[in-house]
Nanobody, 117 residues
């Protein structure tokens, strides 16, 4: 079974930027839907952005214009570029690979993002 490893989280001030990476252990990034989810403390995991096998992307309204999801199939990696970060972006960010966005899939271990002054 493929394994996903996230990296790039950290502590940043409001208005700052971070780039998250999710690397798969197999050549699956260009085959399946790759998605980023966010889970704030005490809240349910929320879909933030996803990219399909065709390269089509979609974002939740709160991050449109600020976040960009992309992929490098040669590196088996999907990225989430996060700009103009806000305190409400704080949470653990998880990468997921699945056959469809709302279907079951494989999850990474998560990476913490904290936005605070």
């Amino acid at each position: 079974q493929v394994q996903l490893v996230e990296s790039g989280g950290g502590y940043v001030q409001p208005g700052g930027s971070l780039r998250l990476s999710c690397t798969a252990s197999a050549r699956t990034v260009g085959i399946y839907v790759m998605a980023w989810y966010r889970q704030a403390a005490g809240s349910q995991r929320q879909l933030v952005a996803h990219i399909t096998h065709t390269g089509s992307t979609n974002y939740t309204d709160s991050v449109k214009g600020r976040f960009t999801i992309s992929r490098d199939t040669a590196k088996n990696t999907v990225y989430l570029q996060m700009n103009n970060l806000k305190p409400e972006d704080t949470g653990v960010y998880y990468c997921k690979q699945s056959g469809r966005v709302d279907g079951p899939g494989t999850w990474g271990q998560g990476t913490q993002v904290t936005v605070s002054s």
